[in-house]
Protein backbone atom coordinates (compact mmCIF):
# COMPACT_ATOMS: atom_id res chain seq x y z
CA UNK A 1 0.00 0.00 0.00
CA UNK A 2 1.19 3.32 -0.83
CA UNK A 3 1.10 6.25 2.20
CA UNK A 4 1.02 9.44 1.20
CA UNK A 5 1.50 12.45 3.22
CA UNK A 6 0.06 15.73 3.54
CA UNK A 7 2.08 18.87 4.46
CA UNK A 8 -0.52 21.92 5.38
CA UNK A 9 1.76 24.10 6.49
CA UNK A 10 0.31 26.92 4.37
CA UNK A 11 -3.31 25.59 4.87
CA UNK A 12 -5.07 23.75 1.97
CA UNK A 13 -7.49 24.77 -1.04
CA UNK A 14 -8.61 22.35 -3.44
CA UNK A 15 -6.67 23.89 -6.63
CA UNK A 16 -3.29 23.35 -4.13
CA UNK A 17 -4.22 19.60 -3.04
CA UNK A 18 -4.82 19.16 -6.99
CA UNK A 19 -1.79 20.79 -8.09
CA UNK A 20 0.25 18.78 -5.16
CA UNK A 21 -1.22 15.46 -6.56
CA UNK A 22 -0.34 16.29 -10.24
CA UNK A 23 3.19 16.96 -9.33
CA UNK A 24 2.91 13.36 -8.42
CA UNK A 25 2.79 11.65 -12.52
CA UNK A 26 6.02 11.54 -14.01
CA UNK A 27 3.39 12.48 -17.10
CA UNK A 28 1.81 15.59 -16.11
CA UNK A 29 0.19 16.85 -19.36
CA UNK A 30 -1.31 13.25 -20.02
CA UNK A 31 -3.45 13.90 -16.42
CA UNK A 32 -4.52 17.21 -17.36
CA UNK A 33 -5.99 15.58 -20.59
CA UNK A 34 -7.72 13.11 -18.56
CA UNK A 35 -9.34 15.28 -16.01
CA UNK A 36 -10.37 17.38 -18.95
CA UNK A 37 -11.87 14.42 -20.51
CA UNK A 38 -13.58 13.23 -17.02
CA UNK A 39 -17.16 15.43 -18.19
CA UNK A 40 -17.03 18.55 -16.02
CA UNK A 41 -19.32 20.95 -17.33
CA UNK A 42 -18.14 24.02 -19.23
CA UNK A 43 -14.32 23.43 -17.41
CA UNK A 44 -11.19 23.36 -18.95
CA UNK A 45 -8.17 22.79 -16.50
CA UNK A 46 -4.71 23.08 -17.63
CA UNK A 47 -1.06 22.74 -15.40
CA UNK A 48 1.44 25.47 -14.88
CA UNK A 49 4.61 25.52 -13.34
CA UNK A 50 5.01 28.50 -10.56
CA UNK A 51 7.00 29.46 -8.53
CA UNK A 52 6.73 30.55 -4.45
CA UNK A 53 9.93 31.91 -2.48
CA UNK A 54 12.26 29.69 -5.15
CA UNK A 55 10.42 26.68 -4.84
CA UNK A 56 9.09 25.29 -7.95
CA UNK A 57 5.50 23.59 -8.09
CA UNK A 58 2.33 23.23 -9.76
CA UNK A 59 -0.61 25.07 -10.40
CA UNK A 60 -3.28 23.68 -10.99
CA UNK A 61 -6.19 25.98 -13.14
CA UNK A 62 -9.37 25.61 -13.82
CA UNK A 63 -11.75 28.06 -16.14
CA UNK A 64 -15.45 27.69 -15.85
CA UNK A 65 -17.40 28.73 -18.80
CA UNK A 66 -14.05 30.65 -20.26
CA UNK A 67 -13.48 32.53 -17.01
CA UNK A 68 -10.78 31.89 -14.29
CA UNK A 69 -12.49 31.60 -10.70
CA UNK A 70 -11.33 31.67 -7.51
CA UNK A 71 -12.31 29.50 -4.43
CA UNK A 72 -10.91 31.88 -2.18
CA UNK A 73 -13.61 34.19 -3.28
CA UNK A 74 -16.23 33.46 -0.64
CA UNK A 75 -19.92 34.11 -1.64
CA UNK A 76 -19.80 37.16 -3.30
CA UNK A 77 -22.07 38.97 -5.67
CA UNK A 78 -22.44 37.03 -8.96
CA UNK A 79 -20.77 33.97 -8.04
CA UNK A 80 -23.20 32.44 -5.92
CA UNK A 81 -24.80 30.37 -8.66
CA UNK A 82 -23.89 28.53 -12.21
CA UNK A 83 -26.75 27.06 -14.49
CA UNK A 84 -26.86 24.82 -17.57
CA UNK A 85 -29.56 23.10 -19.82
CA UNK A 86 -29.19 19.68 -20.11
CA UNK A 87 -31.68 17.81 -21.99
CA UNK A 88 -34.28 20.98 -22.31
CA UNK A 89 -34.03 21.15 -18.34
CA UNK A 90 -32.07 24.08 -16.70
CA UNK A 91 -29.72 22.63 -13.67
CA UNK A 92 -28.63 24.85 -10.91
CA UNK A 93 -25.06 23.87 -9.91
CA UNK A 94 -25.53 25.61 -6.60
CA UNK A 95 -27.43 23.29 -4.75
CA UNK A 96 -26.56 19.39 -3.30
CA UNK A 97 -29.25 17.86 -5.74
CA UNK A 98 -27.18 20.07 -8.79
CA UNK A 99 -23.95 18.87 -7.68
CA UNK A 100 -25.12 15.12 -7.64
CA UNK A 101 -26.82 15.63 -10.86
CA UNK A 102 -23.18 16.92 -12.14
CA UNK A 103 -21.25 13.97 -10.66
CA UNK A 104 -23.87 11.16 -11.59
CA UNK A 105 -25.22 12.40 -15.21
CA UNK A 106 -22.13 14.25 -16.58
CA UNK A 107 -18.51 12.86 -15.37
CA UNK A 108 -17.55 10.25 -16.88
CA UNK A 109 -15.62 8.17 -13.36
CA UNK A 110 -16.00 4.84 -12.56
CA UNK A 111 -18.50 4.82 -9.15
CA UNK A 112 -15.59 4.68 -6.41
CA UNK A 113 -14.85 8.56 -7.11
CA UNK A 114 -18.58 9.38 -7.69
CA UNK A 115 -18.95 8.22 -4.38
CA UNK A 116 -16.07 10.31 -3.62
CA UNK A 117 -17.28 13.35 -5.05
CA UNK A 118 -19.96 13.03 -3.04
CA UNK A 119 -18.83 12.34 0.39
CA UNK A 120 -17.00 15.51 -0.13
CA UNK A 121 -19.95 17.55 -0.68
CA UNK A 122 -21.88 15.76 2.05
CA UNK A 123 -19.20 17.22 4.45
CA UNK A 124 -19.82 20.74 3.19
CA UNK A 125 -23.64 20.46 2.74
CA UNK A 126 -23.53 19.42 6.96
CA UNK A 127 -21.22 22.35 7.20
CA UNK A 128 -23.17 24.77 5.91
CA UNK A 129 -26.58 23.27 7.72
CA UNK A 130 -24.78 23.95 10.88
CA UNK A 131 -23.59 27.21 10.26
CA UNK A 132 -26.72 29.04 8.67
CA UNK A 133 -29.72 26.71 10.50
CA UNK A 134 -30.83 25.01 7.27
CA UNK A 135 -31.38 21.53 6.12
CA UNK A 136 -28.59 20.53 4.54
CA UNK A 137 -30.95 19.64 1.18
CA UNK A 138 -31.56 23.53 0.71
CA UNK A 139 -28.48 24.87 0.92
CA UNK A 140 -26.81 27.07 -1.44
CA UNK A 141 -23.20 26.57 -1.55
CA UNK A 142 -21.90 29.63 -2.96
CA UNK A 143 -17.81 29.52 -3.43
CA UNK A 144 -18.34 25.61 -2.88
CA UNK A 145 -21.14 25.34 -5.47
CA UNK A 146 -19.27 27.07 -8.18
CA UNK A 147 -18.05 25.12 -11.11
CA UNK A 148 -14.72 25.59 -10.47
CA UNK A 149 -15.14 24.02 -7.17
CA UNK A 150 -16.55 20.76 -8.75
CA UNK A 151 -13.55 20.40 -10.85
CA UNK A 152 -11.13 20.86 -8.00
CA UNK A 153 -13.15 18.42 -5.97
CA UNK A 154 -13.23 16.32 -8.81
CA UNK A 155 -9.57 16.36 -9.58
CA UNK A 156 -8.50 15.04 -6.38
CA UNK A 157 -10.63 12.51 -5.70
CA UNK A 158 -9.40 11.36 -9.31
CA UNK A 159 -6.03 11.91 -9.18
CA UNK A 160 -5.94 9.73 -5.69
CA UNK A 161 -8.18 7.31 -7.45
CA UNK A 162 -5.23 6.99 -10.32
CA UNK A 163 -2.91 6.19 -7.71
CA UNK A 164 -4.07 3.70 -6.16
CA UNK A 165 -5.10 2.32 -2.81
CA UNK A 166 -3.23 4.94 -0.24
CA UNK A 167 -2.83 5.53 3.69
CA UNK A 168 -3.37 9.11 4.01
CA UNK A 169 -2.14 11.14 6.78
CA UNK A 170 -1.64 14.83 7.16
CA UNK A 171 0.54 17.32 9.34
CA UNK A 172 -1.69 19.78 11.95
CA UNK A 173 -3.85 22.44 9.44
CA UNK A 174 -2.41 26.18 9.69
CA UNK A 175 -5.61 28.14 8.92
CA UNK A 176 -4.33 31.40 8.81
CA UNK A 177 -5.75 34.43 10.51
CA UNK A 178 -7.64 37.81 10.19
CA UNK A 179 -10.68 38.51 7.97
CA UNK A 180 -12.10 37.04 4.83
CA UNK A 181 -15.10 39.09 3.01
CA UNK A 182 -18.30 37.92 1.59
CA UNK A 183 -21.74 38.94 0.61
CA UNK A 184 -23.07 38.24 4.15
CA UNK A 185 -19.89 40.79 5.88
CA UNK A 186 -16.83 40.43 7.13
CA UNK A 187 -16.30 36.64 8.36
CA UNK A 188 -13.19 35.70 10.85
CA UNK A 189 -10.45 33.39 9.82
CA UNK A 190 -10.87 30.27 9.41
CA UNK A 191 -14.63 31.31 7.83
CA UNK A 192 -17.47 29.88 9.78
CA UNK A 193 -18.35 26.95 7.56
CA UNK A 194 -14.54 25.81 7.63
CA UNK A 195 -14.42 25.80 11.53
CA UNK A 196 -17.10 23.58 11.56
CA UNK A 197 -15.36 20.91 8.97
CA UNK A 198 -12.05 21.21 11.19
CA UNK A 199 -13.75 20.16 14.10
CA UNK A 200 -11.47 17.46 16.04
CA UNK A 201 -8.52 18.47 13.20
CA UNK A 202 -5.68 19.87 15.17
CA UNK A 203 -4.92 22.98 13.56
CA UNK A 204 -2.86 26.34 14.24
CA UNK A 205 -2.26 30.08 13.18
CA UNK A 206 0.80 31.67 12.86
CA UNK A 207 1.24 35.75 13.54
CA UNK A 208 3.40 36.25 10.94
CA UNK A 209 1.06 35.04 8.07
CA UNK A 210 -2.34 36.95 7.86
CA UNK A 211 -5.04 35.76 5.37
CA UNK A 212 -7.49 32.81 4.71
CA UNK A 213 -5.23 29.74 4.17
CA UNK A 214 -7.85 26.88 4.55
CA UNK A 215 -10.96 26.78 2.30
CA UNK A 216 -13.63 25.42 3.19
CA UNK A 217 -13.33 22.98 0.07
CA UNK A 218 -9.79 21.68 1.11
CA UNK A 219 -11.16 21.56 5.13
CA UNK A 220 -13.26 18.95 3.21
CA UNK A 221 -10.98 17.13 0.85
CA UNK A 222 -8.70 16.77 4.28
CA UNK A 223 -11.61 15.57 6.71
CA UNK A 224 -12.83 12.92 4.14
CA UNK A 225 -9.42 11.38 2.88
CA UNK A 226 -6.59 12.06 6.00
CA UNK A 227 -6.97 8.61 8.36
CA UNK A 228 -5.12 10.97 11.01
CA UNK A 229 -3.25 14.19 11.69
CA UNK A 230 -0.11 14.48 13.62
CA UNK A 231 3.37 14.50 12.54
CA UNK A 232 5.58 13.53 9.52
CA UNK A 233 5.33 9.34 10.23
CA UNK A 234 8.85 7.75 9.46
CA UNK A 235 8.68 6.72 5.85
CA UNK A 236 10.66 6.69 3.04
CA UNK A 237 9.96 9.42 0.00
CA UNK A 238 9.79 8.14 -3.35
CA UNK A 239 8.15 11.54 -4.79
CA UNK A 240 7.10 14.84 -3.14
CA UNK A 241 4.50 17.06 -5.12
CA UNK A 242 4.05 20.91 -4.39
CA UNK A 243 0.76 22.03 -5.00
CA UNK A 244 0.97 26.20 -5.26
CA UNK A 245 -1.61 28.40 -4.22
CA UNK A 246 -2.95 31.75 -6.26
CA UNK A 247 -1.68 34.07 -3.07
CA UNK A 248 1.72 35.75 -2.03
CA UNK A 249 3.12 35.43 1.21
CA UNK A 250 6.49 35.67 3.19
CA UNK A 251 6.39 32.02 3.28
CA UNK A 252 6.24 29.83 0.30
CA UNK A 253 2.57 29.38 -0.53
CA UNK A 254 2.18 26.06 -1.03
CA UNK A 255 0.69 22.14 -0.20
CA UNK A 256 3.66 19.38 -0.19
CA UNK A 257 2.45 16.03 -1.04
CA UNK A 258 4.91 12.98 0.30
CA UNK A 259 4.34 9.83 -1.71
CA UNK A 260 6.37 6.64 0.14
CA UNK A 261 5.80 3.52 -2.79
CA UNK A 262 6.05 0.74 0.22
CA UNK A 263 4.52 1.89 3.49
CA UNK A 264 7.06 2.19 6.17
CA UNK A 265 5.31 0.38 9.27
CA UNK A 266 5.02 1.49 12.91
CA UNK A 267 3.03 -0.15 15.93
CA UNK A 268 1.83 1.35 19.34
CA UNK A 269 3.24 -0.40 22.30
CA UNK A 270 3.08 -0.31 25.68
CA UNK A 271 5.47 -0.99 27.74
CA UNK A 272 5.44 -2.31 31.32
CA UNK A 273 7.94 -2.89 33.52
CA UNK A 274 9.09 -3.45 37.02
CA UNK A 275 11.51 -4.81 39.44
CA UNK A 276 12.07 -7.90 41.84
CA UNK A 277 14.54 -8.95 44.08
CA UNK A 278 12.78 -12.21 45.78
CA UNK A 279 11.38 -14.46 42.30
CA UNK A 280 13.71 -17.56 41.61
CA UNK A 281 14.59 -18.08 38.27
CA UNK A 282 12.10 -20.50 38.03
CA UNK A 283 9.04 -18.43 39.01
CA UNK A 284 10.43 -15.79 36.43
CA UNK A 285 10.83 -18.51 34.04
CA UNK A 286 7.01 -19.40 34.22
CA UNK A 287 6.19 -15.78 34.30
CA UNK A 288 7.77 -15.06 31.09
CA UNK A 289 6.05 -18.05 29.43
CA UNK A 290 2.43 -17.35 30.63
CA UNK A 291 2.71 -13.10 29.41
CA UNK A 292 3.96 -15.01 25.96
CA UNK A 293 1.09 -17.56 25.29
CA UNK A 294 -1.31 -14.55 26.68
CA UNK A 295 -0.46 -12.13 23.76
CA UNK A 296 2.92 -10.38 24.65
CA UNK A 297 5.16 -9.14 21.64
CA UNK A 298 8.00 -9.67 23.61
CA UNK A 299 9.20 -10.53 27.28
CA UNK A 300 12.83 -10.06 28.75
CA UNK A 301 15.09 -9.23 31.93
CA UNK A 302 17.83 -7.26 32.46
CA UNK A 303 20.11 -7.69 36.21
CA UNK A 304 19.51 -4.47 38.17
CA UNK A 305 20.77 -3.79 41.79
CA UNK A 306 18.13 -2.72 44.02
CA UNK A 307 17.52 -1.34 47.75
CA UNK A 308 20.20 -2.24 50.41
CA UNK A 309 22.29 -3.11 47.15
CA UNK A 310 20.63 -6.47 47.03
CA UNK A 311 20.94 -7.67 42.96
CA UNK A 312 17.34 -7.65 41.63
CA UNK A 313 15.59 -8.64 38.11
CA UNK A 314 14.14 -5.93 35.89
CA UNK A 315 11.47 -7.40 33.87
CA UNK A 316 10.17 -5.72 30.42
CA UNK A 317 7.06 -6.46 29.06
CA UNK A 318 6.07 -5.09 25.71
CA UNK A 319 2.13 -5.54 24.65
CA UNK A 320 -0.69 -3.82 22.52
CA UNK A 321 -2.10 -1.36 24.31
CA UNK A 322 -5.28 -3.03 25.01
CA UNK A 323 -3.64 -6.34 26.51
CA UNK A 324 -2.15 -3.54 29.22
CA UNK A 325 -4.65 -4.28 31.69
CA UNK A 326 -5.15 -7.62 31.08
CA UNK A 327 -1.29 -8.72 31.25
CA UNK A 328 -0.99 -6.29 33.98
CA UNK A 329 -2.81 -8.33 36.11
CA UNK A 330 -1.22 -11.33 35.21
CA UNK A 331 1.85 -9.75 36.46
CA UNK A 332 0.95 -9.18 39.49
CA UNK A 333 -0.91 -12.94 39.85
CA UNK A 334 2.19 -14.39 39.16
CA UNK A 335 5.36 -12.17 40.35
CA UNK A 336 5.88 -10.38 43.67
CA UNK A 337 5.71 -7.09 42.70
CA UNK A 338 3.55 -4.47 44.38
CA UNK A 339 4.11 -2.08 41.59
CA UNK A 340 4.21 -1.85 37.36
CA UNK A 341 5.25 0.87 35.51
CA UNK A 342 4.58 1.64 32.01
CA UNK A 343 4.54 4.07 29.03
CA UNK A 344 3.24 4.60 25.50
CA UNK A 345 5.50 4.53 22.59
CA UNK A 346 5.54 3.58 18.68
CA UNK A 347 8.11 1.19 17.25
CA UNK A 348 9.05 0.23 13.61
CA UNK A 349 8.40 -2.29 12.46
CA UNK A 350 9.63 -4.31 9.35
CA UNK A 351 6.48 -6.08 7.64
CA UNK A 352 7.41 -9.93 7.57
CA UNK A 353 5.67 -12.89 5.91
CA UNK A 354 6.06 -16.87 6.21
CA UNK A 355 6.63 -19.04 2.66
CA UNK A 356 7.35 -22.29 2.58
CA UNK A 357 10.14 -23.63 0.38
CA UNK A 358 10.06 -27.11 -1.04
CA UNK A 359 13.89 -28.57 -0.49
CA UNK A 360 15.78 -31.72 -0.43
CA UNK A 361 14.32 -32.13 2.98
CA UNK A 362 10.98 -31.76 2.23
CA UNK A 363 8.73 -28.48 3.44
CA UNK A 364 11.12 -25.71 5.00
CA UNK A 365 9.62 -22.44 6.16
CA UNK A 366 11.07 -19.21 5.13
CA UNK A 367 10.67 -15.84 7.17
CA UNK A 368 11.00 -12.83 5.13
CA UNK A 369 11.27 -8.93 6.82
CA UNK A 370 11.51 -5.84 4.59
CA UNK A 371 10.87 -1.68 4.48
CA UNK A 372 12.51 1.18 5.02
CA UNK A 373 14.34 0.06 2.35
CA UNK A 374 15.57 -2.97 3.79
CA UNK A 375 14.99 -6.60 2.69
CA UNK A 376 15.92 -9.73 4.89
CA UNK A 377 15.08 -13.63 4.70
CA UNK A 378 16.44 -16.60 6.65
CA UNK A 379 14.85 -20.28 7.37
CA UNK A 380 12.92 -20.83 10.35
CA UNK A 381 15.12 -22.30 12.86
CA UNK A 382 12.86 -25.23 13.89
CA UNK A 383 12.32 -26.69 10.43
CA UNK A 384 16.16 -26.49 10.28
CA UNK A 385 16.64 -28.38 13.74
CA UNK A 386 13.61 -31.29 12.39
CA UNK A 387 15.29 -31.69 9.67
CA UNK A 388 19.16 -32.22 10.73
CA UNK A 389 17.33 -34.45 13.71
CA UNK A 390 15.94 -36.80 10.92
CA UNK A 391 18.67 -37.00 8.50
CA UNK A 392 21.54 -37.41 11.05
CA UNK A 393 23.41 -33.99 10.34
CA UNK A 394 23.93 -30.79 12.36
CA UNK A 395 21.75 -27.59 11.55
CA UNK A 396 24.64 -25.64 10.00
CA UNK A 397 24.78 -28.88 7.60
CA UNK A 398 21.01 -28.31 6.70
CA UNK A 399 21.07 -24.61 6.25
CA UNK A 400 24.40 -25.08 4.06
CA UNK A 401 22.45 -27.40 1.92
CA UNK A 402 19.55 -25.37 1.23
CA UNK A 403 21.85 -22.31 0.10
CA UNK A 404 23.56 -24.67 -2.32
CA UNK A 405 20.47 -25.57 -4.09
CA UNK A 406 18.83 -21.88 -3.55
Known sequence: MKRLYIECGMGAAGDM????????????DQMVGELNSLGVPDVVYSAETTEKCGIRGTHLRVKANGMEENEHMHDLPGNAEHTHEHNGVTHSHSSLHGIEHIVKDHLTVNDRVKEQILAVYQILADAESSVHGVPADEIHFHEVGTLDAVADITAVCYLLDRLGTCEITASPVHVGRGTVKCAHGILPVPAPATARILQGIPVYSKEQIEGELCT????????????????????????IGYGMGTKDFAAANCVRIFLCAKTAKEQEVSELNFNVDDMTGEEIGFLTSC????????VFTTPVQMKKTRPGTLVTVLCDPEDRIRLGTLIFRNSTTLGIRHREYNRMILERRVETEDTVYGPVRRKTAEGYGVCRSKYEYDDLAEAARKNGISVREVLAELNRNK
Open 17 to 28: LGGALLDLFEDR
Open 216 to 239: PTGAALLKHFASSFGPMPVSAWET
Open 291 to 298: LLENGAYE
